[in-house]
């Protein structure tokens, strides 16, 4: 079974930065694809980016792209979320999630292309 554990959300500024970490264990991280998705309260969870598992390739969605970076580190089982140039919309509830499939395709962008999910860490962005 696997498990993550994300960390490194708080509470920041508009215009500041924050990177997100998700730690995994119990299965076999370097040969999935990972996902990050979001929820704000009363909205449903979206999709955030996205990285296949080599880390060469990564999908972003439009609300994020050019602001945020995802990527992997292979030999510490970990993905990450760098994020800048926060903006208020950016609140939400941050979740990876892991799809035992190595590539991305077009369903990457959907909750249900993942296998196994995290509890999620919450990141608030003030004006």
């Known amino acids: 079974q696997v498990q993550l554990v994300e960390s490194g959300g708080g509470l920041v500024q508009a215009g500041g930065s924050l990177r997100l970490s998700c730690a995994a264990s119990?299965?076999?991280?370097?040969?999935?694809?990972m996902g990050w998705f979001r929820q704000a309260p009363g909205k449903e969870r979206e999709f955030v980016a996205a990285?296949?598992?080599?880390?060469?390739?990564?999908m972003y969605a439009d609300s994020v792209k050019g602001r945020f970076t995802i990527s992997r580190d292979n030999a510490k089982n970990t993905v990450y979320l760098q994020m800048n140039s926060l903006k208020p919309e950016d609140t939400a509830a941050y979740y990876c999630?892991?799809?035992?499939?190595?590539?991305?395709?077009?369903?990457?962008?959907?909750?249900?292309?993942?296998?196994?999910w995290g509890q999620g860490t919450q990141v608030t962005v003030s004006s």
């Open positions: 999630a892991a799809d035992t499939r190595r590539s991305l395709n077009r369903g990457s962008r959907s909750i249900k292309n993942y296998d196994y």
């Open positions: 990285i296949n598992w080599t880390g060469g390739s990564t």
């Open positions: 119990g299965g076999t991280f370097s040969s999935y694809a």
